[in-house]
């Protein structure tokens, strides 16, 4: 079985400009999650989507936004960039919230530059 | 609020060698699991390890064990002989039983193996 796939792997954007990140995951896995990777910060929960609906919402601004389509597959958009956004974005997978004992499976993650 | 810490941002251990991961966490809730995750350097995060807090048995994996005490909120990992490939960042994570939540992590420990 094919495990969660993030794409871009890497990424370099300015100031300013939009990035739109994409998240397949495992395949009958309905649940999928964000997460923002800082070396400051640790990992930052940004949303959670099942069955096309964001069910749970971390504390990120509006420029943060995601969706889920009917296929599981997921994407994050981060509009008007900082320097700051710049992170290791995570996805991750699961069937349906504690189904299986809650576990995450995870993407190898997408990296943001921003300059 | 729902945290997880842990207190030891980095430790090292020598090869074959037994290491302790300090993990508390603060709920209101009864019900709910934790979890150790592993994410080697420039690689996917993995699940080491999952408790459920109604277990009073503390979860073992071969050579990665728990201490839960649930009425501290405190639940260690340890790490027996210890190897080269345990050379990783562990993050301690909580999540709420049979509720559609999100799972919180704590900031990580980075683990070195000196050979």
């Known amino acids: 079985k094919a495990g969660v796939t993030q794409t871009p792997r890497y990424l370099i954007k300015t100031r300013g400009q939009q990035v739109t990140l994409s998240c397949s995951p495992i395949s009958g896995h309905r649940s999928v999650s964000w997460y923002q990777q800082t070396p400051g910060q640790g990992l930052q929960f940004l949303f959670e989507y099942f069955s096309e609906t964001q069910r749970n919402k971390g504390n990120f601004p509006g420029r943060f936004s995601g969706r889920q389509f009917s296929n599981s597959r997921s994407e994050m958009n981060v509009s008007t960039l900082e320097l700051g956004d710049s992170a290791l974005y995570l996805c991750?997978?699961?069937?349906?919230?504690?189904?299986?004992?809650?576990?995450?499976?995870f993407g190898e993650g997408s990296r943001l530059t921003v300059l | 609020a729902q945290t997880v810490t842990q207190s030891q941002p980095e430790m090292s251990v020598q090869e074959a060698e037994t290491v302790t991961l300090s993990c508390t966490y603060d709920t209101s809730e009864s019900d709910y699991y934790l979890f150790w995750y592993k994410q080697p350097p420039s690689r996917q995060m993995i699940l080491v390890i999952r408790?459920?807090?109604?277990?009073?048995q503390n979860a073992t994996e071969n050579r990665f064990s728990v201490n839960f005490q649930k009425a501290a909120k405190s639940f260690s990992l340890k790490i027996s002989d210890s190897q080269l490939g345990d050379a990783a960042m562990y993050f301690c994570?909580?999540?709420?039983?049979?509720?559609?939540?999100?799972?919180?992590f704590g900031k990580g420990t980075r683990l070195h193996i000196l050979p």
């Open positions: 991750a997978s699961s069937y349906s919230g504690t189904e299986a004992g809650g576990e995450l499976f």
């Open positions: 994570a909580y999540r709420i039983l049979n509720r559609d939540d999100k799972i919180i």
């Open positions: 408790q459920e807090a109604y277990k009073q």
